[in-house]
């Protein structure tokens, strides 16, 4: 099973802008599709964003799209969330995730279950 390492997390202005690293290791990256979520605080975990094994594909919630990207560096064992333009509703802790399904699954990639492996979260907070 893959362990995955979020980072780059902190604190950002309204409008600003955070860049997070998803580090994998145990297998190769290139095994999973992979989703961001993340959680607020007394709010369910929701989906944020997903890429297929090779990055061909991508997937956002409404919310973010057109200011967060996700991008990913198999060859690194890498997963990044480029999020520009931040609100004070991205405030959340952010996690990765690894699904080792041989397809990717779209839109149906925003399903937590889907998700086997999580890392342990980074906190991301914006201010207005």
């Known amino acids: 099973q893959v362990q995955l390492v979020e980072s780059g997390g902190g604190l950002a202005q ?21 989703g961001w ?8 975990r929701e989906f944020v964003a997903s890429i297929s094994r090779s990055g ?7 919310s973010v799209k057109g200011r967060f990207t996700i ?4 060859g ?26 041989p397809y990717y699954r779209g839109s149906f990639s925003s399903v937590t279950d889907y998700y086997n492996s999580w890392g ?6 914006v201010s207005s």
Request: a neutral charge; hydrophobic letters at 30%.
């Open 14 to 34: 309204a409008g600003g802008s955070l860049r997070l690293s998803c580090a994998a290791s145990g297998r190769a990256l290139s095994s999973y599709a992979m």
């Open 37 to 44: 979520f993340r959680q607020a605080p007394g709010k369910e």
């Open 56 to 62: 061909s594909s991508t997937y956002y919630t409404d």
């Open 71 to 74: 991008s990913r560096d198999n």
């Open 76 to 101: 690194k064992n890498m997963v990044y969330l480029q999020m520009n333009s931040l609100q004070p509703e991205d405030t959340a802790v952010y996690y990765c995730a690894a699904d080792s399904s």
């Open 120 to 125: 342990q979260g980074t906190q991301v907070t």
